[in-house]
């Protein structure tokens, strides 16, 4: 009779766990993996307990989010008690002390004891499925344990957490760095759009001065030199507290003030070189061709050549963490994207209807605006594509500044001060600001698309806008009720016993009193990776709309506590007000909702829908979201859900919404 496998998961890694059953199901095994989900072994007894004792092995998945799950550890628990040489960990990612909850619970110690002891088979942090590792699980089925040739990793390295990336000699230049995989990269893994030197920060729109300053002279205004970097820092920041990796593209550290002054700077320097060294920063080699974290030769706009030589300087000393679209290619899968962009603008009508209304059209403009996108399309077409086939010409010189040349900014001339660069605008070509903004959330979106990882919008980005800020980015395919929805929010405003924990929060919340040698050892904190873990575990589950609101709460006093051991400066007398916020972003709606010890409040921004399935997200976020000085502190947006409505008019969907808010005693903000 063939063996019984008994698989012990947490439902959040159900896709990974019924992957492996249906593999060992194909070699012949009898699964027991949770008879509801997977209809295999029905003559196995109903109760857990027996089925584990009646198993030949059981297989127990651990990952982040696993080994906080009471009945994960009740159940391997039991396997090591009476049969440990029965029990082989399927581990997905570098298991890491700070997964666990409680360190010194019993079962979790004989766990750990069991891991140092004997091998385990690990998979990327994202749950990878290779053939490689399905065979190391027959194999062992086979052959039973041998010794461990892994140990936990106590360390802050949080690169290796993940994944174990490639050493590589750079012979040219003489320097070693690591080559970085999509895989190898933490599930809390932020792409920053403010870093992207040519992003605009929301308050030169915002500010009359600043604009006017804008407008003539663009980047390269003195006056915004202070105010830009900034911005940069505010972002650079707020982005390191909350996520355990980041990627940066290189030609960003290169041009960003705020970057550049991290590494030119012996103030900053150390601390920066640390967020490289242990791989929270992660350099994104962007251009064709881009092979190595070292600068070769000065691109062909002005660049500072202190800033590449300090660069190059610690390259040389320190191995940096790298990654690429994809190292087998020395052509980027970016340029081919954005030519397909360009000649396809135009074909959405119902996403270009939503956006115009996001941007404020009438009936008027949306017509010419809708011509101008026409117009991108036929000469986007006519540059790349032969007539009647679907070949590509040429790639070459249809780029982001082919864009910005042809559509937003001035032209080039005799002694213009790089009009492309600076972002210098052409007030005579119609709709620039709105094209600026489509062409800069799309190219950023593509590299967060390609790596699988965070799209780091900045707080700032007006509520109006959010269908744009969502539009390009890759959604998992679930979708949501609006009942399921309204039971969520009902579960979370009935438990909100972590607004007496924000309450003792002071000027540590500001981001003003932050630097980045701070930051750095608050990443260095227990706590603080207990955040992180409990953090990414909620990301895993925002595809799945499997969110855990007790489990919120956790997060949040996780949150607070790594900042009351961590104390920034006297409060001065300064008192936090508890709230916490959400926002849920339907089509191009948006209803943000406050709730305070004492209030409860919402502001409704209606905007258009599709006619059938529309974009939901879901957000939670410590404070006020209403607040524009929300930007200021360093609370951050969390996704609790990302995917798609249920088929039905997106206006019904935001109604039923709105009509639980009122009847839970919920005030619009007008």
């Known amino acids: 009779m063939s063996q019984k496998i008994f698989i012990s998961y947490s439902h959040t890694d159900y896709v990974f766990a019924n992957a492996v059953g249906r593999y060992l199901l194909r070699r012949g095994y009898r699964v027991w993996i949770d008879s509801k989900q997977l209809k295999v072994g029905m003559d196995w007894s109903e109760d857990i307990d027996e089925a584990i004792r009646s198993a030949d092995y059981l297989l127990g998945i651990l990952s982040a989010d696993s080994v906080r799950r009471p009945e994960v550890i009740r159940e391997i628990s039991l396997a090591l008690r009476n049969s440990p040489e029965k029990l082989l960990l399927v581990v997905i990612g570098r298991i890491h002390d700070s997964w666990f909850a409680n360190l010194k619970n019993p079962d979790v110690q004989r766990l750990l004891k069991h891991l140092k002891k004997y091998q385990h088979i690990e998979f990327n942090g994202r749950g990878d499925i290779t053939e490689a590792n399905m065979q190391h699980i027959a194999d062992f089925l086979a052959n039973g344990h041998s010794p461990a040739e892994r140990q936990i990793l106590p360390e802050n390295d949080y690169i290796a957490v993940n994944g174990t990336p490639e050493p590589i000699l750079d012979v040219q230049s003489g320097i070693h760095f690591f080559k970085v995989q999509t895989y190898d990269l933490s599930i809390s893994t932020g792409y920053p759009f403010a870093l992207d030197n040519q992003w605009i920060p929301e308050v030169i729109f915002e500010d009359k001065s600043l604009w006017y300053s804008f407008e003539k002279d663009g980047f390269a205004s003195k006056e915004l030199v202070d105010v830009i970097k900034e911005e940069q820092l505010r972002c650079f920041y707020s982005a390191l507290i909350h996520m355990r990796q980041l990627i940066i593209n290189k030609s960003a550290i ?184 489509i062409v800069d959330i799309y190219y950023n979106s593509l590299f967060t698309n390609y790596f699988k990882c965070l799209a780091l919008l900045p707080q700032d980005m007006p509520t109006e806008l959010t269908f744009l800020s969502q539009l390009y980015l890759n959604h998992p395919s679930n979708n949501v009720e609006e009942t399921e929805l309204e039971y969520a929010l009902s579960e979370i405003l009935t438990y909100q016993d972590f607004l007496d924990d924000l309450e003792a929060l002071g000027e540590e919340i500001y981001l003003r009193n932050w630097n980045l ?138 109604d039923k919404l709105i009509s639980f808010l009122k009847n839970n005693n919920f005030l619009e903000i007008i």
């Open 254 to 437: 290169l041009n960003t003030r705020a970057l550049r002054a991290c590494y030119m700077e012996d103030e900053e320097r150390d601390a920066f070189v640390g967020l490289l060294k242990n791989g929270s920063i992660v350099v994104f080699l962007y251009g064709d061709g881009e092979m190595t974290p070292h600068v070769q030769t000065l691109p062909k706009y002005e660049t500072d050549r202190k800033a590449i030589e300090s660069w190059n300087r610690l390259c040389r000393d320190t191995p940096v963490y790298c990654i690429r679209e994809n190292w087998g290619k020395s052509i980027d899968q970016h340029s081919i994207d954005f030519v397909k962009f360009c000649c396809t603008i135009a074909d959405d009508i119902e996403d270009n209807e939503i956006l115009s209304d996001s941007f404020g059209m009438d009936a008027v403009q949306r017509l010419q605006f809708f011509s101008v996108l026409k117009d991108i399309a036929v000469q986007g077409f006519v540059r790349t594509r032969m007539t009647g086939t679907n070949i590509y010409k040429s790639i070459k010189g249809l780029s982001r500044s082919y864009f910005y040349k042809n559509f937003i900014v001035r032209d080039e001339g005799p002694g213009s001060p790089q009009p492309t660069l600076n972002c210098l605008f052409d007030n005579g070509k119609p709709f620039h600001l709105e094209l600026k903004r």
């Open 517 to 654: 040698e701070q930051v750095l050892r608050f990443r260095q904190q227990f706590v603080w990776l207990e955040y992180i873990s409990t953090l990414e575990a909620t990301i895993r589950r925002s595809a799945t709309w499997q969110v855990d609101f007790s489990e919120l709460s956790g997060l949040v006093q996780k949150f607070v506590q790594s900042l009351r051991l961590f104390h920034i400066k006297p409060s001065d007398g300064f008192t936090f007000r508890p709230c916490f916020s959400f926002r849920i972003n339907i089509g191009g709606s948006v209803i943000e909702l406050v709730v305070g010890k004492d209030y409860r409040l919402y502001r409704d921004v209606v905007g258009s829908y599709r006619d059938n399935q529309n974009p939901l997200q879901v957000c939670f976020q410590i404070g006020n979201i209403t607040d524009p000085s929300i930007k200021d502190t360093i609370f951050y947006s969390i996704t609790l859900f990302d995917g798609y409505t249920i088929y039905s008019p997106g206006n019904i969907y935001h």
